[in-house]
């Protein structure tokens, strides 16, 4: 299943830090937008940050000035550093991938911030 979370989901302390990764598959030749959404218990699924083809980012305003957004086009992978963390951040985060054509999912990660 495609993209996949890589890596960087987990448990953590508030203030600290996780870095999540997402790979989109190689039949993906070409990829539009980049983002991750995150979804918490009780509440709708909604997006963190995402970035286009060219760079161009944006954010939650819940998320600005703590995470960033970057992505690997060699690679075909996303990135998001997530710092200063807070129990809000609490949430299973999806990666997701728009081809210009189909959008795709990836399997989502847990993400647990204690207080």
């Known amino acids: 299943q495609w993209p996949q979370v890589e890596s960087g989901g987990g448990a953590v302390q508030a203030g600290g830090s996780l870095r999540l990764s997402c790979a989109g598959s190689d039949t993906m030749s070409k990829i539009n937008t980049m983002a991750w959404y995150r979804q918490a218990l009780g509440k709708q699924r909604e997006l963190v940050a995402g970035v286009g083809s060219g760079g161009t980012t944006n954010y939650a305003d819940s998320v600005k000035g703590r995470f960033t957004i970057s992505r690997d086009n060699a690679k075909k992978t996303v990135y998001l550093q997530m710092n200063s963390l807070k129990p809000e951040d609490t949430a299973v985060y999806y990666c997701?991938?728009?081809?210009?054509?189909?959008?795709?999912w990836g399997q989502g990660t847990q993400v647990a911030v204690s207080s």
């Open positions: 997701y991938v728009n081809t210009g054509r189909l959008a795709y």
